[in-house]
């Protein structure tokens, strides 16, 4: 029994480097799963490019790291630039060329333009090109249909009960005083697509910004239980 302490710090000595390889091995993981996910191009391809680092395991490190790759990454996605790219890519997915023809073709003709090109659809081109579809919808009476009632009362229950903060801002947007069947009919069209698709953008991030921070602290307790057993 003498024995007792020193052999349970023996077999703690033992487990710890193992620990280490599991908690590398998540981390790996994480880092190909956003590599692989819906988030925006450029956390995807700053996540690829620590998974294919020579640094190994110091590289997914480094990058889930406060002030790391990830972060680096994140803020690129504030730039105007990068804004003005997603805003696009947004739109086109999001109007359909059924619903909003002109959105749509405008859009996807921005996303092939240049840096200019983006920032003058998300400052008037889109609204112009809105403009064009209303007024194309609001002259075709032959497929103009009046909002039913409980279509109103659908949206409305959104606007109060859905999870998301960006539908249900959309959907307020499409009831508020003063608007019409047309408000109400673009929110079918493409609001509820767009709310719904930020939403799952920010979901998204949400929970990559929590594995991040969550791999990064279970390094640090594996590094500072390594350094107590020496």
Known sequence: WADAPGTARAVAADETPALSALAAEAARNEVLRIAKSGLPA?????????????????????WLAPGGGYDL?????????TRNRLFCERVAA???PEFSPQVNAAARTALKGTDPDRAAFVSTGYERAQQRDREVRAADTEHQQEVAARERDFVAALAATDPGG??????QWALRPGATDADVAEFFGYGWATGATLDL???????????????????????????AEE
């Open 42 to 62: 450029e956390l995807r391809t700053s996540a690829w490019n620590a998974l294919r680092s020579t640094l190994g395991d110091a590289a997914i490190e480094a």
């Open 166 to 171: 960006e539908v249900r801002t959309a959907a």
């Open 73 to 81: 990454a994140k803020q690129r996605l504030r730039d105007t630039r």
């Open 94 to 96: 999001t109007h359909t």
């Open 201 to 227: 953008e920010g979901h998204r991030l949400r929970i990559a910004d929590g594995e991040t921070r969550r791999h990064h602290a279970l390094t640090l307790l594996l590094r500072k239980a390594l350094a």
